[in-house]
């Protein structure tokens, strides 16, 4: 097996650092950010006075003991869960789609069938525990902390098993090892593998994490309306992640060409964060509002909802743009006139050339990293909802907006040391990361 550096966008020292840290913090975050909520009113200033009149390991015990290791309940809605979407990922008939060439130089194929999967298990929720009352709708509140503490057992578990798969049986020949055990487990051996013919990438990120989000946020709905009634705020946080989810589910096929998919390994960083960070992180604003019901009014719900669906909308919009211009070799129009292209080639590791086409105008005229501006802008609108007394239903903005703008660094090192001197000349056309230079791009197009 190789011994290649998956990473060289990451310093050396933070190599060896950062998999510890993220090991060691993460899990913990996770059940206390559920606790916060739950059981301290939504403050953080009450966890630190938690923290400081009992300690940090003595409270860290009480709260994640009882539900370190889940329970029947939270066991069985996993492996039900898991079960339907994998057997839907399976049965429903769908025209397949390519990813992107790998390094080594695979292509792997997906089944596109989200978006009948996302209907499918909405429907299937709403029946069974709605119409036949076969389980509780508030059945994920309920036992949330206990579902967290299983997801993280099985996650740690299943990242193990991806390491060892990794290394003693791969899936293709894009899987090596850095030499360090830690570093391994946390980054992943594997760029893409399967398991029973199921791509592990898929199913955690898109099929478990992305299809879990609307089915938690119901849930939460459902808990608020029993206590409180339901309030405007949680139908517009509802109904904006919702829209939002449906999208990523119309986009899947362009997802599963995402740096997410290219060029993240299936370990820690990506499974761990999509079976447990997702769940609970992606989440917490919404889970904020079952004990915060906040009346926004109908002017102030109407705003909210209007600019968190333009922003959905745009964000769609933008990525389907580069879509089918790379779709149709350039031969189409982006806002009524022929697409500024940029030609660029690349070699693989087994020495082959290949070419790529990178867009410089409609939307990828106005920043190299346009479409992160709506999708913050909708995060931002579905988390306003609970106001402003406390700041953790601010955290998922918060972790969001630190995320992309450190994915949009990472990518760009990543282009510039793909495509070389076209990647020069993309940045010359488009010099802004993300926040678009409108002057600018006004007057490229006068000349133009």
Excluded at 54 to 73: K, Q
Excluded at 89 to 103: D, E, L, S, Y
Excluded at 133 to 159: K, M
Excluded at 342 to 357: D, F, L, M, V
Aim: glycine content about 6%; some cysteine.
């Amino acid at each position: 097996m190789s011994r290649h550096e998956p990473t060289t966008w990451l310093p050396p020292w933070l190599r060896q650092t950062l998999p510890i840290l993220l090991l060691t913090l993460c899990p913990p975050t996770a059940i206390l950010m559920w606790h916060t909520h739950v059981r301290l009113h939504g403050s953080v200033l009450e966890l630190l006075e938690l923290f400081r009149r009992d300690g940090l390991l003595t409270s860290l015990r009480a709260i994640w003991g009882p539900v370190f290791w889940g329970s029947a309940t939270a066991w069985t809605v996993i492996a039900v869960f898991a079960a339907v979407q994998l057997a839907l990922i399976r049965i429903i008939p769908a025209r397949k789609v390519h990813g992107t060439v790998t390094p080594r130089g695979n292509v792997p194929d997906y089944p596109a069938n989200g978006v009948p999967a996302f209907v499918i298990t909405l429907a299937a929720w709403v029946l069974c525990s709605h119409v036949l009352g076969l389980f509780s709708p508030t059945i994920v509140y309920d036992h949330f902390g206990e579902l967290l503490g299983a997801l993280n057992v099985f996650s740690l578990a299943f990242c193990l098993f991806l390491y060892v798969k990794g290394r003693a049986l791969p899936t293709t020949d894009d899987a090596s090892v850095t030499g360090n055990p830690v570093f391994d487990y946390y980054w992943g051996t594997e760029l893409h593998p399967r398991v029973l013919g199921w791509d592990v990438k898929m199913f955690t990120n898109c099929r478990f994490g992305m299809m879990g989000w609307p089915l938690i946020i119901l849930s939460f709905a459902a808990k608020q309306a029993e206590l409180h009634g339901l309030s405007d705020s949680m139908v517009v946080a509802v109904t904006l992640q919702l829209v939002y989810i449906f999208k990523f589910f119309i986009w899947e096929p362009g997802y599963l060409r995402s740096m997410d998919i290219q060029h993240d390994r299936a370990g820690f960083y990506i499974c761990w964060g999509c079976l447990v960070w997702l769940p609970c992180v992606y989440t917490s604003h919404t889970l904020y509002l079952v004990h915060h019901p906040s009346h926004l009014g109908l002017p102030l719900s109407a705003l909210v909802l209007g600019v968190g669906l333009l922003a959905i909308l745009i964000n769609y919009l933008a990525d389907r743009q580069r879509q089918v211009v790379r779709a149709t070799g350039g031969e189409c129009r982006v806002w009524g006139r022929p697409p500024m292209l940029i030609h660029a080639s690349y070699t693989t590791e087994r020495g082959e050339t290949r070419k790529s086409i990178l867009l410089a105008s409609g939307y990828w005229g106005l920043s190299r990293h346009f479409h992160y501006l709506p999708e913050l802008t909708a995060a931002f609108c579905w988390s306003v909802p609970a106001l402003f007394t406390d700041f953790l239903p601010y955290f998922y903005f918060v972790f969001l907006t630190v995320l992309l703008v450190h994915r949009s660094f990472r990518d760009d090192l990543r282009c510039q040391a793909k495509y070389g001197a076209a990647w020069d000349e993309y940045r010359q056309l488009v010099p802004n990361r993300i926040i678009p230079s409108f002057a600018r791009f006004r007057s490229r197009q006068a000349q133009a």
